[in-house]
């Protein structure tokens, strides 16, 4: 089962955008992180935020956490077409290190 | 350093029968994670491997089975193959317990025909 929901499902932009992906889960958890994945290959990790933090930044991605809502967004900042990818949000299971994954947005940058 | 290493890129098989999955972590890394990605769907956990014991195991039937060898690579067997078998087939690893940054391969597609 999947314990984590991204919203949109889809989400078309144009280049010099920002994108703002959402997910909401239904457990407690340690932590939250998101991936990248290109065309069904391999995910990349993109960013964990750990349940005391309320927000992170890494380069162009900002990510919050609100646990009192278990919801979290990811925003792209100028956005670019090499940001075209599907995004997925993965909880912990409160310890485990099996990662729970959403059914992912799916990001399209136009040029 | 090389990343996550999956073989073979591409399998096509016929229900019934049996196939292996390989995989190699990452130099250092000690735990292993396999995950079933059916189009369309985000990664579902199968199980994970940390120095050589099984970890945790998803809700998966007893078709499927992995094992970890003493370099840390693992294999996942799967035994009378389903047409619902049919998926991209991830392995990820991480340094060990604790670490919960996941490092994924390229992935196996697997084709059950």
């Known amino acids: 089962s999947q314990q984590g929901e991204e919203d949109p499902q889809a989400l078309s932009i144009q280049e010099g955008e920002n994108a703002t992906m959402n997910c909401s889960y239904k457990t407690s958890i340690n932590n939250l992180q998101w991936y990248r994945q290109n065309s069904g290959r391999g995910l990349v990790h993109l960013i964990l935020?750990?349940?005391?933090?309320r927000e992170k930044h890494s380069g162009r991605l900002r990510v919050t956490l609100d646990t009192s809502k278990k919801s979290s967004s990811l925003l792209i900042t100028a956005s670019r077409a090499a940001d075209t990818a599907s995004y997925f949000c993965?909880?912990?299971?409160?310890?485990?290190?099996?990662?729970?994954f959403g059914k992912g947005t799916k990001l399209t940058v136009n040029p | 350093d090389a990343g996550v290493t999956q073989s073979p890129t591409h399998l096509i098989k016929t229900r019934g029968q049996h196939v292996t999955l390989r995989c190699s972590p990452i130099?250092?890394?000690?735990?292993v994670s396999w995950y079933q990605q059916v189009l369309g769907q985000g990664p579902q956990f199968i199980f994970q491997?940390?120095?050589?014991?099984?970890?945790g195991r998803g809700n998966f039937p007893d078709r499927f089975s992995a094992r970890q060898f003493p370099n840390y690579s693992s294999e996942l067997n799967v035994n009378a193959l389903l047409l619902g078998d049919s998926a991209l087939y991830l392995c990820?690893?991480?340094?060990?317990?604790?670490?919960?940054?996941?490092?994924f391969g390229p992935g196996t597609r697997l084709t059950v025909t």
């Open positions: 990820a690893s991480s340094l060990g317990w604790g670490y919960y940054e996941q490092y």
């Open positions: 491997y940390y120095e050589k014991e099984e970890r």
């Open positions: 130099s250092g890394h000690k735990s």
């Open positions: 935020i750990r349940s005391n933090e």
């Open positions: 993965a909880t912990d299971q409160g310890g485990s290190e099996k990662l729970v």
